[in-house]
């Protein structure tokens, strides 16, 4: 593996120097330790529950080649938990467990004038990230092996994408896991106004009807999102419609919506907003509409709370969806510091047999500093907590409950190391 990731860097180096009067070679590097204490993340903390502490690290090399007519980009990454290796590699010191894969290895071909396609190992990011995100808050996050055509059509951005998806190679037959998207397709227009941005996204995604069997059910997802900036004022929302079959061939007819409002006044801006994720009021025998929307890609991180209490919507709010508004406020402090709090009210969008009569969840608190010391090094530190009620309390299977809370603290540095 050492090996061949160091010939891949010779050549695009050699190419860099090569065809230096038209094309550019950069190297960008990544290293983000995160040091967290848990005592309630994921899930609410129970009596007798200890904290726990770990540090985790990512760390990625980002090789990238462009000219004219191409561009490559190679990113071998590491994702580790200090001291997490099994075995003991001299005198009873550890080490951590060699987690070195790709997360980025794909190629961008220039087709024509305004038309590219990328082919590989890619992450994906539009508009607000609240259907196809890159989910960074995770160490180690999902990339797509994809196709994606992406073209000019007179004002309007054109991207159609497609993915297929196997878990090795058979003789026979395309089995998949039934919680994963065997293929993952997806049409995005965008156009930018004056001072408005539009797009307008369909997403179709398939999934096995059984482990065993080359069957699928589609679910299709098709709405819009809008931005407006002036002065001071900005104003952002979005809203989709989910239709098809679910994974066991329930109709599917869900929505999702998200709207905020910021308005900046000197060094604060106060921001408020709400997300609205239908839900089942009616399950098991009873149910012959599934009303749950599923999120797709969407980063939970970013718009549920950095508690992260609400990430696979069946079994996280017993298939009654989630409501979620919040309020909160941005303060610059200086050039390098910042401050961000949000509260967040919680709420099932829809009670069931399943849930108590209190569609109520919780009241989550988030605060974080940011304190940039380099153009390519941030210090960012936060801490979360969570009065949750009964509701919640019931659908997470924690009765004695303690307080909820977490604390992290992250360094990330991202310099340029060649160029």
């Known amino acids: 593996m ?56 990512r760390s990625r090399l980002r090789f990238a080649y462009q000219s004219e007519n191409l561009k490559l ?17 001299y005198a009873g010191f550890y080490g951590s467990d060699a987690s070195l894969d790709l997360f980025e290895a794909y190629a961008e071909i220039r087709l024509s004038e305004n038309g590219w396609l990328s082919v590989g190992r890619q992450k994906f990011a539009y508009d607000n990230l609240s259907l196809i995100s890159d989910i960074d808050w995770l160490q180690n996050p999902p990339t797509n092996d994809a196709m994606v055509l992406k073209t000019l059509a007179g004002d309007w951005n054109v991207h ?8 090795d190679a058979q003789l026979a037959e395309n089995p998949y896991p039934v919680n994963r998207f065997k293929t993952f397709n997806f049409l995005w227009l ?26 699928l059910n589609f679910r299709n997802t098709t709405g819009v999102y809008a931005d407006y900036a002036k002065g001071d ?3 952002k929302g979005n809203f989709y419609y989910q239709y098809g079959k679910n ?29 609205y994720l ?25 718009f549920f709370g950095f508690l992260d209490y609400f990430r696979a919507f069946g079994p996280h709010t017993s298939q009654g969806g989630l409501m979620n508004v919040y309020a909160g406020l941005n303060y610059r402090i200086s050039e390098k510091t910042s401050l961000l709090y949000r509260a967040h009210h919680f709420q099932l969008a829809q009670t069931n047999a399943n849930t108590l009569s209190d569609k109520g969840l919780g009241f989550e608190s988030d605060l974080v500093a940011r304190y940039r010391f380099q153009p390519w090094a ?42």
């Open 160 to 167: 159609l994408a497609t993915s297929w998806n196997s878990l």
């Open 190 to 215: 965008n156009r930018r106004f004056e001072n408005i941005g539009l797009s307008l996204l369909h997403v179709l995604a398939g999934v096995t009807r059984t482990p065993d069997t080359n069957k």
């Open 378 to 419: 941030m210090l960012e530190g936060g801490w979360c907590f969570m009065l949750p009620t009964e509701t919640l309390k019931q659908i997470q299977g924690v009765a004695n409950d303690k307080f909820s809370h977490f604390f992290y603290l992250q360094l990330n540095l991202t310099p340029r190391l060649f160029n």
């Open 278 to 302: 239908s839900g089942n009021s009616k399950v098991g025998a009873e149910q012959t509409t599934d009303n749950l929307f599923d999120p797709l890609y969407r980063t939970r991180h970013g």
């Open 247 to 275: 994974q066991a061939g329930t109709d599917v007819s869900a929505v999702l919506a998200d709207g905020e409002i910021a308005l900046k006044v000197g060094d604060l801006t106060p921001v408020a907003g709400f997300s």
């Open 73 to 89: 980009v190679f990113t071998p990454q590491d994702v580790r938990i200090w001291g997490d290796d099994q075995t003991a590699s």
């Open 233 to 235: 004022l900005s104003l």
């Open 2 to 57: 050492k090996k061949n990731l160091i010939s891949s860097v010779l050549v695009l180096m050699g190419l860099a120097f090569m065809h230096q009067s038209v094309a550019q070679f950069t190297i960008d590097a990544q290293l983000r330790n995160r040091f967290e204490v848990r005592n309630g993340f994921w899930q609410l903390a129970a009596e007798g529950d200890n904290s726990h502490v770990h540090m985790s690290q």
